[in-house]
């Protein structure tokens, strides 16, 4: 067992050097010295040379191991665009080693520099899930207890933070289940999803992922293990729900599930105009009877678009849809699917059908396929496997990801579509709206006040040593114009997966919830030990902050 007390470095199995057991003495009398005066005890306070913490962490009776060369992984992301070698990486095998690791350093105090950042599959996309001459937690190699699934009324699946969603999907369809919300893209880890939202075209029916979660198990800035959920600690449970890792690592959940079909019917139309398409978006998102997926994206200028969709789509007039021309075009494309089953088709295609007749789409642009859902759900696995075969996978990606309120979405897509993107854009542009009442305010995360709001992702990618227009510097330049415009504009948009530089950027992100986040940073983790990519807390939460 762990001591808790300030400088319990005695425990069994635990001998650090004579030098770290004098600098906690001497810190533990200069932090009380310091205590009843104004200034901050960590202006006298001797710091630990980090060598000495590493030796001293190296010394902690763990099941995995720590790596001190060789992790060139752990400084990068799929952004590609920030690179920190950390000072050792902790491949954890148990959820005591994350425990203990996190606990030694708090017992060290302020005095410690020691950062400490969770790594999953590496898809943060400015540096986020690195730190700088820190501690890498790699939670991939966390050995926590297998998935489980549980039948019921309320059925759910048990599994450790590290675990991807994509064997979360397999092995719940074992059971005839599967998880009600997703991310388009299935090869992250839980921990990361869930620590931001986890966000795709189910959301408008079910919420984010952060919304389908019964409990969490959560190791605290301070190394403790907490259970929490909605009913036992439940402000802990909320904090870490879209918390940016700020309050805790996730080290397990507890997942809702649904029955799993076992077809999708997929659909894509395209619109020429932005009002039609945004009103035929939000139509389907207020029905109860309507497709289980919706989403959508711009297109910008592509040349023989229909013609790319044949590879895995069927135009429903193959005619019209051979004459049908996107040269220089901005259209809009929207995107449905209706999950089912085979003995269920006919009504399926009834229901499909009913729905299209409401919408006013281009008539020669309908196409359709049916895939599995497996096939469905993994669909951007597909798009990365012929990247990377392409070596176009591991390329910076600068993304830009925004929740726009419904009242301003078409003054952003005026000036955004209309001037800044006119000519061409680096990646897909994703739009599509989610209905707020499914959103579940206690969480961490912030959204435009408003019923309605737009996901609009610009997923772009740079190639390297370009100078053009698909290079990093001008595509990071476009961004900034955007954010200069909406900005400008006063338009209520925010971040989603959020990057700033400085404390004050994040103090209007977080707007009257700034207050509360930093409650939780003093009560969770109070030295500002973990997550410090995000750049929120640079220093430990004195009660002046």
């Known amino acids: ?49 980090p ?223 932005f009002s039609t398409f945004t009103m035929d978006q939000e139509y389907l998102i207020s029905l109860n009877n309507t497709f289980d997926y919706i989403e959508g994206f711009v297109i910008i200028n592509r040349t023989g678009i229909l013609n790319n969709w044949r590879s895995s789509f069927d135009p429903k007039n193959p005619l019209q849809a051979s004459q049908f021309s996107s040269d220089g075009k901005t259209l809009y494309c929207l995107e449905m699917a209706k999950y089912f089953n085979p003995d269920e088709a006919e009504a399926m295609n009834q229901s499909v059908d009913q729905l299209l007749s409401k919408l006013s789409y281009i008539p020669s642009t309908l196409f359709l396929s049916e895939v599995s859902y497996v096939e469905f759900l993994d669909r951007v696995h597909v798009s990365e496997n012929k990247l990377r075969a392409q070596g176009l996978w591991e390329v910076p990606h600068p993304w830009l990801n925004l929740l726009i309120p419904r009242s301003e979405i078409h003054d952003f897509a005026e000036e955004v579509f209309g001037n800044i993107l006119k000519d061409t854009s680096n990646g897909p542009i994703l739009i599509y709206p989610v209905n707020q009442t499914r959103w579940n305010s206690k969480t961490s995360l912030v959204t435009p006040e408003e019923d309605v709001f737009y996901l609009v992702a610009l997923l772009s990618s740079a190639l390297p040593n370009s100078t053009g227009a698909d290079s990093l510097e001008h595509i990071l330049a476009q961004n900034n114009r955007i954010i200069d415009f909406y900005t400008g504009a006063q338009l209520r948009v925010k971040q989603y997966l959020p990057h700033y530089s400085t404390q004050e950027e994040w103090q209007v992100h977080f707007g009257s919830r700034w207050e509360a986040f930093v409650e939780r940073k003093r009560a969770y983790d109070p030295l500002a030990l973990l997550a410090p990519g995000h750049r929120i807390f640079q220093k430990a939460v004195s009660s002046s902050c």
């Not at 400088?7 to 600098?23: A, H, N, T, V």
């Not at 932090?31 to 630990?48: E, I, T, Y």
Request: neutral net charge; aromatic residues 8%; proline residues 5%.
């Open 1 to 49: 067992m762990v001591s808790s007390k300030p400088g319990g470095f005695y425990e069994q199995g635990r001998f650090p050097s004579i030098k770290i057991l004098i600098l906690v003495l001497l810190n533990s009398i200069l932090h009380k010295a310091n205590s009843g005066s104004n200034n901050s005890a960590s202006n006298s306070l001797v710091p630990f040379p």
């Open 51 to 273: 060598h000495e913490i590493l030796s001293s962490l190296q010394t902690l009776p763990l099941h995995g191991h720590f790596s001190l060369r060789d992790n060139e992984d752990a400084a990068k992301d799929f952004g590609n665009i920030h690179h920190f070698p950390p000072l050792a990486v902790l491949h954890p095998k148990t959820v005591s080693d994350i425990s203990l690791t996190i606990k030694h350093v708090f017992e060290m105090g302020f005095a410690s520099q020691l950062k400490i950042a969770a790594r999953g599959h590496g898809h943060s996309l400015q540096g986020q899930a690195q730190v700088h001459g820190g501690l890498v937690i790699n939670m991939e190699s966390l050995q926590g207890p297998e998935i489980k699934v549980y039948n019921g009324e309320l059925p759910y699946v048990d599994v450790s933070g590290g675990e991807l969603w994509i064997n979360i999907l397999h092995e719940t369809l074992k059971h005839g289940l599967a998880p009600k919300s997703w991310t388009d893209y299935l090869h992250l880890t839980v921990g990361g999803t869930l620590s931001n939202a986890g966000i795709s075209g189910q959301a408008f029916k079910h919420g984010p992922q952060i919304n389908n979660i019964f409990q969490l198990e959560v190791i605290t800035g301070k190394g403790e293990v907490v259970t929490c959920s909605g009913n036992r600690n439940a402000d802990l449970f909320y904090g870490v729900l879209g918390g940016l890792g700020q309050f805790g690592i996730i080290t397990r959940a507890r997942i809702s599930l649904e029955p799993a079909p076992m077809m999708v019917k997929w659909i894509r139309v395209l619109y020429s105009e």
